[in-house]
């Protein structure tokens, strides 16, 4: 199990450039988050679906971040005309619902480190 | 909105020594709370869960929690360099047959010293 695994790891865009960030989850896994990191802020929530459904997008800034996800096997993180402030590593996590046999914890890919300069 | 606050911000241990972590949420709705360790320049990987009050031990590594005051604490006996890392706590619900969004705490930055 190859775990989940992100790409591109690094990620350098100009200002007003678009980023679009993949995520693959562990298979079987029926929960994916997406996260970003930064010193200051943290390991900050953005979206989060179950079974391909959108269920929670509260952390998302509204007007340039979306995220999809179109099959079982891929989520993208999108961000329209990126900005320096969006610098940060981005990270994908998949788990197992409650009740399914096996580790339910949150596993993290190695992340994407997007630069806006 | 709910909050994980972790203490303290960082630690310095000895060599052998135990080191000694707290995380408060906010929400009295949490069922999960989650312990996670990221070293540096890698990604966070889950260490111990916990949702039962009272206590869990796995190796060198103690988990305990009260779900009463929403406070669990981590304890790591016999500290060894290689557990030098950021150690982030979070707290999750379960709705709907699933986990919610885990909300991180700050993280604390535990250095074992030789």
């Known amino acids: 199990n190859a775990g989940v695994i992100q790409t591109p790891r690094h990620k350098v865009t100009g200002k007003g450039q678009e980023a679009t960030l993949w995520c693959e989850p562990i298979s079987g896994h029926s929960a994916v988050f997406w996260y970003r990191q930064t010193i200051v802020q943290g390991l900050e929530f953005l979206t989060y679906?179950?079974?391909?459904?959108?269920?929670?997008d509260s952390g998302m800034p509204k007007e340039r971040f979306s995220a999809q996800m179109p099959n079982q096997s891929h989520s993208t993180l999108k961000i329209q005309s990126t900005q320096p402030q969006d610098s940060a590593v981005y990270l994908c996590?998949?788990?197992?619902?409650?009740?399914?046999?096996?580790?339910?914890?949150?596993?993290f890919g190695e992340g994407t480190r997007l630069s806006v300069l | 909105q709910q909050k994980v606050q972790q203490s303290p911000e960082s630690l310095i241990v000895p060599e052998g020594g135990m080191a000694s972590l707290n995380c408060t949420s906010s929400d009295r709705n949490v069922d999960y709370f989650w312990w996670y360790r990221q070293h540096s320049g890698k990604s966070p990987k889950m260490l111990m869960s916990i949702f039962s009050n009272g206590e869990k031990e796995e190796g060198r590594f103690t988990v305990h929690l009260n779900k009463a005051s929403l406070h669990t604490s981590l304890h790591i006996r016999d500290s060894q360099p290689s557990d030098s890392a950021l150690y982030l706590c979070?707290?999750?619900?379960?709705?709907?047959?699933?986990?919610?969004?885990?909300?991180f705490g700050q993280g604390t930055s535990l250095s074992v010293v030789p």
């Open positions: 979070a707290a999750s619900m379960i709705a709907s047959s699933s986990f919610s969004k885990l909300v």
């Open positions: 679906f179950r079974n391909q459904a959108p269920i929670d």
């Open positions: 996590a998949s788990s197992l619902a409650p009740g399914q046999v096996g580790n339910q914890a949150p596993l």
